[in-house]
């Protein structure tokens, strides 16, 4: 963190700027190159540090909402050049933001409450985000952040990737393409030290093996999945691309706003009426921003930009993902898991509704009032439903820090 004027999430353009004078200071570790362009031709950076022959790769940005991989990439990098017995035998490489064009235009550096976070919102459809566009698009149509991603990783053939996400509102966790034995206690210990609840059911991982509490493991293919309705399948995405090299990847979830009601093991009294009363509220929220959507739209002259794009897509996962859940709780039901889905449930239309709001607001357009106190209003109600707290972002960077050089410390004696 020393290399941050603040304790805020950096910009990319700061991390460039931090990574540029790490490879200055210490140009026999450090190197810096463009690996690829974006879209917009924005540049993609790779800073690597040590010559070792295996290699570990940490992926930042890969969400534009997810904005503590930066800082936590950068506080890796100073301590892998502090720390020699990182370094023995292998180099690492700090891929600095997997989407930059995302990064712009997702703006809140410094949110002050859930709302705050809002007002600056972004987060791409799912064909647009670089882990995940091989899982929904075929091979010929991958945006170039994604096949400069792949390229890195059929370039250093790592033995572990670490992409580093996060969440506005809950715990803390991990989820494995291939097992870890031994994670769950560093990971549960750093998190205990930090005040960070471990987000124990966590819906991204339905249905996954647990190694330990938070610690979630990819299923074989052709497992059954616990939502059949999502287009996606994570073991399409980059995360997989590891494999043919015998390696594996984990991802490394932080929140931002920390709440307790994830990390409750206690079963739930009654989890498929639990379920079924959140697909409901999903699906209601979700109808008053689709009102608002049909209601604007022909005042938009057509305008299809990115945020219009992202709205459409979180509207459209809506009506499967709520059949799902009302078949009731597939995997789990602890009052953690009902917990999680509770607080994906109310993020979706929240998401949607802000970055429509961010559309109507460049327009001047007259729903946008109204909307914003909706977004005022669901914002304010999910922090004191899930009674949050915010998560110091020095905090927020340790325990992701921490977990990364677990998790490189325990694959590297499983490739050994």
Known sequence: MSLLPELRYPSVTEVVSAARALAAQRPGLCTLREVGL??????????????????????????????????????????????????????????????????????????????????????????????WSPAVLPPDRLPPETRALTGVIDELRPYLQATLHGTELGGSWVQLTKDLPGLAEPFAKSAAELNIPVETGASDAAGWPASGPGVHVMPAAGAGAAYPSMPDDARQSTWHHVHRYGGMTAVVEVPMWASDLVDDPVPHPAPTAA????????????????????????????????????????????????????????????????????????????????????????TDDRAAPGLERLVASWSSSFERRFRARWVPLEHQVEHQSRTVVAAARHARDRVA
């Open 275 to 362: 379920m079924r009363r959140l697909a409901g509220r999903l699906l209601r929220d979700t109808r008053e921003v689709e009102r608002v959507l049909t209601e604007v739209l022909p005042r938009l002259d057509g305008a299809d930009g990115p945020l219009l794009r992202a709205t459409r897509w979180a509207l459209e996962l809506v009506p499967g993902l709520a059949a799902d859940w009302t078949r009731g709780a597939p995997v789990d039901d602890t009052r953690a898991y009902i917990g999680s889905v509770d607080a994906f449930a109310r993020r979706l239309p929240l998401r949607a509704a802000a970055m429509l709001l961010r559309v109507l607001q460049e």
């Open 38 to 131: 974006s879209r917009a031709g924005r540049p993609l950076q790779l800073l690597s540090v040590g010559r070792g022959r295996r290699a570990v790769l940490v992926v930042a940005g890969a969400h534009a909402n997810e904005p503590t991989g930066g800082p936590t990439l950068l506080a890796l990098a100073e301590r892998v050049l502090d720390e020699r017995t990182l370094r023995s035998g292998t180099s690492w490489h700090f891929l600095l933001c997997a989407d930059p064009d995302g990064a712009s235009l997702h703006v809140t550096p410094a949110p002050r409450s859930l709302f705050d976070y809002h007002l600056g919102f972004f987060r791409p459809a799912g064909p647009e985000q670089p882990e």
